[in-house]
């Protein structure tokens, strides 16, 4: 279940159309910070440059998981957030040589994770003590954390017993339990993963495979992202000379407080709401930080500064979108300028287009395309009708003219593109788009592009698979016929095979029968055996007992 809806909110975040770039809701979550090479995807913002990285083939994004409350255990839980301006992300994934993730968490765990060990002594008592910790009964949740390491040191579950009676009473925030939490955590010794191998066979070879027994465990780096938390919180109340204090700061460096931060995102917001013309002032003035921890509050203020919608709101984020350090940051401010009135905001997106690279090029180039500005959608018709423009930026500006930006005359410009253009991904872009926007004229000119063998096989078998459902079984059986190439038939018995008209079961026996290519005949087998058709065993059982 988990794995489902990871996959679907990625799908979704990836593809969120280009034209509405407001954030949901005024307040950002809190990032970690890009340090270290570690991979994991918990917790982790994604900055994906769609030239430059992509997930390699094979990475299970959930290997790391043992379950939900792993996810969700952490301060800033699981923000996937991928720019929707550049929609066509999700797709380019297959053009894009591999990367390395990194970052450093600044958060820590917030919640121990399932019990995992039934027949441990401690296994009920951990149980209890997960509920009240979970539930926000702190005191007996200390209590029982603390009665897991005294009387069970030797159980599974006393590794991270400390850690949680440390975290319990943070939370209870008393300076006597605050105190007594930074010395356990200053104690706190995290069991070392083990990591048992084993080996199998993949494709003909051998392969080790590494387990880790210990996964969803905490770490030496949550017990200083809270010991730091703790300490600034006794460093407020007076105790910054207390040595214990002191070690704590030390041991994070500079690491941002993302607690503190989102706090900071959530006054903010609420500041709107009382004094909106305060809370702008504010924003602007928040804007113009560049340091690594104000990063979320830049996210929020840029929300209320764009919705200003005024000369002064759109010179604050021209120059948020051209010199802010943080990408993410920059990518939000530049999808904002398309939501903004005037030519101002036209004219710094057109520069961008001409000057800059890589995703923030990209970006401008989709924002352009949804505008409503006259100006900004003939200049993206030009750079998409260009051959020698760079594929990318073509690619992108298709993008952005897809969904509600998509007019019928826009929809006629692309499909005269396609006849002129040279690019492979261009091409294929242009079929996505206009089979997802459907429309009488744009089905015609996909069906008779899927009926023209001229065209690229791949192209055919894209616009057959976008169009299986629209096409009725006497059009996809014409396909069939009329068709030379193996992988095309192979796409028609696909699409055969989802339908459950007893035509469509007709032709998949026809071929199995009487077809010439045994591969196909195989593979209408197989879409045969999942028929409930009586036909279908019929056909098998002759098949068989010839």
């Known amino acids: 279940m988990l794995r489902s809806a990871l996959a679907l909110l990625v799908s979704a975040v ?35 440059d769609a030239r430059s990285a992509r997930l390699p083939a094979g990475f299970d ?45 600044d958060s820590y765990r917030q919640s121990p994770r399932s019990a995992w060990a039934p027949d441990d002594p401690a296994d009920s008592l951990y149980r209890a003590a997960r509920d009240q910790l979970n539930h ?60 048992p191998k084993s080996s199998g066979s993949f494709g003909g070879s051998r392969v080790a495979v590494t387990v880790n027994s210990r996964r969803g465990g905490t770490s030496r780096g949550d017990a200083d992202a809270l010991a730091a938390r703790i300490a600034s919180v006794l460093s407020a109340r007076g105790m910054a000379d207390n040595a214990a204090v002191k070690r ?41 930080r560049r340091d690594e921890c104000s990063i979320p509050l830049r996210r ?8 200003q919608k005024d000369a002064a709101a ?68 030009t750079l998409i009708d260009r051959n020698d423009a760079a594929e990318e930026l073509r690619v992108a500006a298709i993008d952005g003219m897809r969904g509600d930006a998509l007019t019928a005359d826009d929809a006629a410009f692309l499909r005269g593109v396609y006849a002129r253009s040279s690019s492979r991904r261009v091409k294929e872009r242009i079929v996505s788009v206009l089979a997802r926007v459907g429309g009488e004229a744009n089905i015609q000119w996909l069906t008779a592009l899927s009926r023209n063998e001229d065209e690229p096989i791949d192209t055919r078998r894209q616009v057959i ?12 059986v014409k396909l069939y016929d009329g068709s030379a190439q193996g992988p095309v038939r192979q796409v028609v018995v696909m699409a055969l095979a989802g339908r459950s008209e007893p035509a469509a079961v007709d032709k998949l026996i026809d071929i199995a029968r009487n077809g010439t290519d045994a591969s196909m005949r195989r593979f209408a087998i197989s879409a045969l055996a999942r028929s409930k058709d009586p036909r279908a065993n019929k056909l098998l059982l002759e098949l068989v007992d010839k």
């Open 300 to 307: 929020s203020a840029l929300f209320l500064v764009g919705d």
């Open 14 to 48: 990836a593809v969120l159309p280009a034209q509405d770039p407001r954030p949901i809701a005024p307040v950002a979550p809190v990032e970690p910070r890009i340090t270290t090479n570690i991979p994991s995807l918990l917790p982790l913002r994604y900055e994906l």
């Open 465 to 476: 698979s976008v169009l299986a459902e629209k096409m009725d079984v006497a059009s996809l």
């Open 314 to 381: 759109t010179a604050t984020i021209v120059n948020v979108a051209r010199t802010d350090p943080s990408m993410e940051v920059r990518t939000e401010a530049v999808t904002w300028l398309g939501r903004l009135p005037g030519d101002a905001a036209v004219a710094a997106l057109e520069e961008m287009v001409r000057s800059d690279t890589g995703r923030i090029q990209r970006v401008a180039a989709s924002v352009l395309s949804s505008s409503s500005s006259p100006r900004a959608r003939a200049a993206m018709r």
């Open 248 to 288: 704590a700061l030390s041991a994070r460096g500079d690491a941002c407080d993302g607690e503190e931060q989102s706090v900071r995102a959530q006054a903010l917001s609420a500041l709107m709401q009382n004094d909106p013309a305060m809370a702008r002032q504010l924003a602007t003035k928040i804007l113009a």
């Open 61 to 105: 994004e959930l290997r790391y998981l043992d379950d939900f409350s792993l996810a969700s255990s952490y301060s800033n839980d699981l923000q996937y957030s991928i720019s929707s301006a550049y929609a066509a992300s999700r797709d380019a994934f297959a053009a894009m040589p591999s990367f390395a993730m990194s970052y450093e968490v």
């Open 136 to 195: 926000g009964d702190y005191r007996k949740a200390a209590a029982s954390f603390a009665e897991i390491s005294r009387k069970y040191p030797s159980s599974v579950y006393a590794a991270d017993a400390p850690y949680y009676q440390a975290f319990a009473l943070y939370r209870i925030g008393g300076n006597t339990e605050l105190q007594e939490a930074l010395a356990l955590l200053e104690k706190y010794q995290p069991a070392s993963p083990t990591t």
